[in-house]
Each structure stands twice: as structure tokens, then as C-alpha cells.
């Protein structure tokens, strides 16, 4: 599903896929800035704990952005499809500013909220101008084709990855979560050679990419955020490799960007960070 | 140091570095390729097994070539840095048409041959037209710049890698092996991000990479052989990145070539598999 359409006058909001284990307890400089975004003591956080199993996930993050200095956060206690046609909870994001969706399991958090109202509203919330951001599921959620799954291993093949339609809050890349931690860029260039007009994000843990209305992507954090570009590829296996065999794919391209990079996710080109002289 | 130079009227012999673990037993093709490139029933290939502590290594290859129809085989049993004096070892070189050197440990290679006159002998064979093929540490010991150690980790880091001088077949590119197995793409991307003109060529297990004297390289076996290109670098904070921070690494090419595609070494191009027709 392609993102919401921005009306007129309006300009589409922050998405700020988070690569998991964001610190919530010392510098928290990703949802620092997530709660800059959202309006700070003017704002209002509404957290989507759905992808968590844990009943004390919302509950956990009120806590953590309360003490960031939000104005108001609520969560949305969403634990099957029946919960999303609440009507408290439309009222609720009727006042959002800001839109948090935790980790957990990407797959539960498309097979509760997919097709739901609640779905439709977040992604116009995102259209009006609404910040999301979303950490490790919460992160790969965000995409129209989801990572649900996948190998752990550097090299792509034929079956590297599992995919399924995610929340479609964007449908310029892939995102993936974990990424250095847990040995993912193969899944990730497997997704990407399956359809290269997809760009692959890969984002470690701590580490967040913000990515403006303009889609330029920035790099927050303590890792490092990974894209991915098969546009040039000039020879590709995909098409015809057979189950477990290697994969051939010429012409790839790979940027690593710490923190303070850029990249134009429309241009496909990358920036240093601004304050660089060399 | 650069390879031995090539003498009027000679052409350099292959170089088949090995990601480890090639088959022994069933189709043996990367084995196979190496003896008919070693002339077959006519040809005599001396194993250097000095990278294995174990003692049956050396004498394991003899079966197995012998099994693959090579006229001749020997193994120079070198454990110390003294049995390079060995003359009789020189006589076995003089007669060799391939030489393989084993798995084990690339620094056990380097710290045992480094400066010896066997070692001088072998770049010279190797510079006289002769194969040479090596497994695991026996591939790594290949490259001017050896690969000794380093993460196990997909992305690269200031401290990712150790090198150290290594025999110095080829000085084009710094060779990895059991690449995917162990994922390794971190230490390869950067080795060639602290000195771009080295390619980082990763091989998995089970895949050989034939590199001819037009430093054309094709991939044979299970795995792939991945190809890292940093000559095209936007941006790179190797330079001034601290110990244990992340990295970036703007403008990489990456390739990564299944059975029957090439490589040429010198203008850094893939080619496809020469029967395809797409």
C-alpha cells in the first residue's frame, strides 16, 4: 500500500525507524529528538505497543517519554482486532502529535492493525504532518513491503528473506532492524534484488534514521545505518537461481553512514556529515 | 611486497585462492579444475601444509590428489622457520607444476615462511607460470596485505581488522575466506577502507576463485565470492573515527559473483556468466 496521500497545504511528518534497544536511560538522543519533533511540553505521544506480547511495554514507555518532557502521552492497549475499532482510541489519536510504535513482532503488528481503521488513521496521521517513529518491529513496520523474517547471514540468496505488506508508511525502501547485531544485510540485499526499485535500509540498535518530508534520511545514534541500492545492478541471478544456490548480483551499491550522514532516499546519493571540512 | 616479476617470455600461473572447506570427496570440482591446470597425469604438485599444527594434513592432500589423477605429489613437511633450508624441499620446487598450500592458521604461514628463501621460491614459481592454490589460511597468505584477524561482523569498523604482511602472490586485493560462514564482510570492507587501492575479495567455503594471468578471476563452486570496491568513495571517516565508534563508508561497490561469473582485477568489472542470455 502506498503511503496516504498529503493534502493540500500539509506536509508529511517525520518517519523515524529506530534500529531496536534505543537507550532510554542516558543520553536518549533518539527519542529526544523524537519528542522535539512531537512538540515537546506542547505535544502529546501516543504509543502503539501492539508488536509487544509484554503487558508492560506502553506502561514503560509513558514513563520514558514523561521523563523527556512531553506534554501528554497515552498508549493504545491493542491486542487484537476487535481492540482497533475502540472509538476512545480515535479520540486519542485525534490529539496525537507524535505516534510511537514499539518492538516485538512485526507480524503481529500487521496481522492486528492491517486493514484496520486504526491503520488507515495512523497513516493519515503520518500525511498531516504527525511524527512516527517505530523501534526495531516498529521500525520494519513502517515499510509497504515488510521484512517479517528472514536469514542471518552477510550473503543474499533466492529465499534470504520473508516479506509481507507492512503498514506502508513508506514504499521508497525496505527497512531492517538489528542490522549489524544480527548479521542481516544478506536478507536485506535478498530484498532488494527481488525488486530493485527498492532501496534497503538497514539500521543498527541505538541508532535512529530520521527521515524528513523531503525524504533525506539523517543518522542519529550509536551505530550505523546501512542502504542498500540494486538500481544499477547489471546482472541479477534472482530470476532463475535455484533453491539454496549462491546468488549473483552485479553492480551493487552500499553506503554506511554514522552518525550525522546524510541521504536523499530520492536521488539515491549520499551526504557527509555538514560540519566535515575534508 | 609486490609479487615476484615475471621474466621475458613467461606469463604468470593462476592463483586459486579457496574459501575453505572444498569438497574432497564428490565432485571435487575446484580440486579437479587446479590439477588439469597442474597438468593432469603429467603434472606434479607439492603441498606446503605448514598453515595445520595437525601432522596427517600434508599426507590427507596426497591422497586425495592422487585420487584426482595428478602424475606426482609431495608435501614439504615445514614446521619451523629452519626447515626452510631444507635443500631437498628446493629440489621438490624445482620439479612442481602446482603448488597448494593448506588451511590453519595464516600467521603460523607468515611467521614460518616470511623471509625465507622458500618463500621467495614460491613467488618465483608462481612468477615462471605456475599454479598456486591455497585453502582458508592458505588463501589468505596469498595477498601482499593478509587478513590475520578481525570481527565477525557485517559492518566495518576502525579496528575491524588486523593485517599483516602475507606472502604477496598478488598485491591487487586483500582475499578473505569461509566469508558468508562466518560473516566476515565487516573486516573486508575495512581493510579496504583504510588504503581504497586494495580490493577485498571474500570467498565462501566450497568456492575457489580462479584468478589467470590476466588477472581475470571466475568464481567455481558452491558459494559466492564477493568483491568489495572502495575506489569510488565519497566519504569515509576512517581517517579520524574513534576507537569503537561507527564508521562511514560513502560510495561502495559491491559485487557478489555465483559459479561461472567474472572479475576483471585490473578494471574492476564483473561479467555475467559468459552463457547467459539476458
Avoid at 493534502?7 to 542516558?26: M, S
Avoid at 501516543?46 to 521523563?67: C, E, K, M, Q, W
Avoid at 530493485?196 to 540498535?205: A, K, S, T, V, W
Avoid at 532463475?240 to 549473483?248: D, F, K, M, R
Wanted: glycine residues 14%; proline residues 5%.
Amino acid at each position: 500500500m502506498s503511503p496516504a496521500p498529503v493534502l493540500k497545504d500539509q506536509e508529511r511528518g517525520f518517519l523515524i525507524p529506530i534500529g531496536g534497544a534505543e537507550d532510554k536511560e542516558a543520553d536518549r538522543r533518539i527519542l529526544s529528538r523524537f519528542v522535539e519533533l512531537s512538540g515537546s511540553e506542547n505535544g502529546d505521544i501516543v504509543v502503539i505497543p501492539t508488536a509487544s506480547r509484554l503487558d508492560d511495554t506502553g506502561p514503560n514507555y509513558l514513563g520514558i517519554f514523561d521523563g523527556l518532557g512531553i506534554g501528554q502521552v497515552d498508549y493504545l492497549p491493542i491486542n487484537s482486532r476487535e481492540d482497533c475499532d475502540n472509538p476512545s482510541f480515535f479520540d486519542v489519536l485525534d490529539r496525537a502529535t507524535g505516534i510511537f510504535i514499539t518492538g516485538g513482532n512485526q507480524l503481529r503488528l500487521s496481522t492486528i492493525l492491517g486493514g484496520t481503521l486504526i491503520a488507515q488513521k495512523i497513516r493519515r496521521c503520518n500525511a498531516a504532518g504527525i511524527p512516527i517513529a517505530g523501534t526495531s518491529a516498529g521500525a520494519s513496520i513502517m515499510s509497504e513491503h515488510m521484512i517479517a523474517g528472514g536469514d542471518a547471514n552477510s550473503s543474499p540468496s533466492e529465499d534470504g528473506v520473508n516479506l509481507a505488506p507492512g503498514l506502508g508508511l513508506t514504499n521508497a525502501a525496505i527497512i531492517d532492524q538489528h542490522f549489524t547485531e544480527r548479521h542481516r544485510l544478506g536478507r536485506l540485499l535478498s530484498g532488494i534484488a527481488y525488486n530493485p526499485f527498492l532501496l534497503g535500509i538497514g539500521i543498527d540498535e541505538d541508532t535512529g534514521a530520521f527521515i524528513g518530508p523531503d525524504n533525506m534520511l539523517e543518522v542519529v545514534g550509536k551505530g550505523s545505518v546501512t542502504i542498500a541500492d540494486a538500481k544499477g545492478l547489471t546482472y541479477s541471478s534472482m530470476g532463475h537461481v535455484g533453491h539454496g544456490e549462491p546468488l549473483s548480483l552485479l553492480g551493487l551499491k552500499l553506503d554506511i553512514l554514522a552518525e550525522g550522514c546524510r541521504y536523499d532516499l530520492d536521488k539515491r546519493q549520499s551526504f557527509p556529515p555538514e560540519s566535515t571540512t575534508e
